[in-house]
Every structure is written in structure tokens, then in C-alpha cells.
Nanobody
Framework: DVQLQASGGGLVQPGGSLRLSCVAP????????IGWFRQAPGKEREGVSR????????WYVDSVKGRFTISSDNARRTVYLQMNSLKPEDTAVYYC????????????????????WGQGTLVTVSS
């Protein structure tokens, strides 16, 4: 089974930027859909962004549109989440997870479709 690993979290001031990375050591993800999720203290986990590594289509939750960008490297081994203009409400543990193979529109996936959950990485936005 593919095991995904998320990294890149940290402490950043409001308005700052971070780039998260999601890798699957030893695997290429070229037929996967990869999603980024987050869970803030006391809140349910929510989907943040998704990318299809089949056709490079992307999906974003409304609260991050225009601020976050999801992408992958050419080798299809790493998926990035570039987070700009960060807000305190973006504070959460961020996770990546995959669906392989990618088989439906990104917006139609539900949590149960995603497997290969990695450990999370903490993002704290605070002054």
C-alpha cells in the first residue's frame, strides 16, 4: 500500500506563506488523485484542495480559493500545497491522502474514497 507523508508545517505570521509537501517514498502517483485536508482543534476534518495527477485538474474549498495552490512535480512523486496570505483560521493539522486510481470528478469524492492517509503536519498562523 502507498503510504503518504506530509511535511512543511510550522509557525507563520498572518499574511505569511508556507509550502506543504506530500510524498510517497518509492512510489509514483501518476494515476492518483491526491487531496489535502485539515483539522482544527474542536472541528471536523475538512477537504482543502485536490489534484488529479491524470489530467492535472484541481479543486479548492471556497475558503482558500485565490490563496492556496496545489501542484505536483514532473516526476509525479510529490504534491505541493502552496499557502499564501495565511489567516489565523487556517491553523490546523494538515493531512494528505490519495485515491488510486483517480476515477471520478474531484468534487465528487468523499472522505471514505481516500486511503493512504499520512501523518499530519501542524500549521499555526499567529502573531
Amino acid at each position: 500500500d502507498v503510504q503518504l507523508q506530509a511535511s512543511g508545517g510550522g509557525l507563520v505570521q498572518p499574511g505569511g506563506s508556507l509550502r506543504l509537501s506530500c510524498v510517497a517514498p518509492g512510489f509514483t502517483l501518476d494515476d492518483y488523485a491526491i487531496g489535502w485536508f485539515r483539522q482544527a482543534p474542536g472541528k471536523e476534518r475538512e477537504g482543502v484542495s485536490r489534484i488529479s495527477l491524470v489530467d492535472d485538474s484541481t479543486w479548492y474549498v471556497d475558503s482558500v480559493k485565490g490563496r492556496f495552490t496545489i501542484s505536483s512535480d514532473n516526476a509525479r512523486r510529490t504534491v505541493y500545497l502552496q499557502m499564501n496570505s495565511l489567516k489565523p483560521e487556517d491553523t490546523a493539522v494538515y493531512y494528505c491522502a490519495g485515491v488510486g486510481p483517480d476515477w471520478k470528478p474531484l468534487g465528487d469524492y468523499v472522505f471514505a474514497d481516500f486511503t493512504s492517509w499520512g501523518q499530519g503536519t501542524l500549521v499555526t498562523v499567529s502573531s
